[in-house]
């Protein structure tokens, strides 16, 4: 059956620290994949977008890369502050017009 | 910025009755979605819209929904006869192109709550 599943539900790092977050999929085989933050209650909000035949991308202290013989992606945010937390959540686009969600890492980050 | 934006922001219905969701994509965009996300679980597509017509739906989008774009602005869903399992939170998305350069943008959800 096919799976995305995100590294356990909560990570709590210390401020400063790298948090790293892991996206695993079986049997999709994405165009590309996405990582979305969401805060409580509100809609999820795009942050990067690495496409199959990538294997880095970064945007100013997020890092992502892409592995898709390990099926795997790692979401990386650098010098993490306490506004980071929040819900990080991988999505995937398979063929067509469908995106599948991760079930989402909860990250806190302690002052 | 332009944003997505959906109204209301919570609906209270009884089960049986119909639901509509509205949603206010950016105005160019031509690629429109709507997800569910029920409480504490993951965001689940339900359908996209693009040329007036559905491009793709999961299994979850069966007969009992609907969506319309019936003025060139607004994009609705319908659900026409809601069970207490519809409860959760349904977000509209829009995106201007389904190419690798481009993203979804979501609005702040509408909170369904069906008793």
């Known amino acids: 059956s096919q799976k995305i599943e995100q590294n356990s539900e909560a990570l709590n790092i210390q401020e400063g620290k790298t948090a790293t977050l892991t996206c695993n999929y079986t049997?999709?085989?994405?165009?590309?994949l996405q990582w979305y933050r969401q805060d409580p209650g509100r809609g999820p909000v795009f942050l990067l977008l690495?496409?199959?035949?990538?294997k880095e991308k970064r945007k100013e202290r997020l890092k992502v890369t892409f592995d898709t013989t390990l099926k795997q992606s790692l979401f990386h945010i650098t010098a993490s502050q306490p506004a980071d937390s929040a819900t990080y959540l991988c999505?995937?686009?398979?063929?067509?017009?469908?995106?599948?969600f991760g079930t989402g890492t909860s990250l806190t980050v302690i002052p | 910025e332009p944003e997505v934006t959906q109204t209301p922001s919570h609906q209270v219905t009884q089960m049986g009755q119909e639901v509509i969701l509205r949603c206010v994509p950016i105005?160019?965009?031509?690629?429109f979605y709507w997800y569910r996300q029920i409480l504490g679980q993951k965001v689940e597509f339900l359908v996209s819209?693009?040329?007036?017509?559905?491009?793709?739906k999961s299994e979850i989008f069966d007969d009992q929904f609907s969506v319309e774009r019936p003025d060139g602005s607004n994009f609705t869903l319908k659900i026409r006869s809601t069970k207490l399992e519809d409860s959760a939170m349904y977000f509209c998305?829009?995106?201007?192109?389904?190419?690798?350069?481009?993203?979804?943008?979501f609005g702040p959800g509408t909170r369904l709550t069906v008793l």
């Open positions: 105005s160019n965009h031509l690629y």
């Open positions: 049997n999709y085989s994405p165009a590309y």
């Open positions: 690495i496409r199959e035949n990538e």
């Open positions: 999505a995937l686009r398979n063929t067509g017009n469908q995106f599948y």
């Open positions: 998305a829009s995106g201007s192109t389904v190419s690798s350069t481009d993203t979804q943008y």
């Open positions: 819209f693009y040329n007036n017509e559905i491009s793709e």
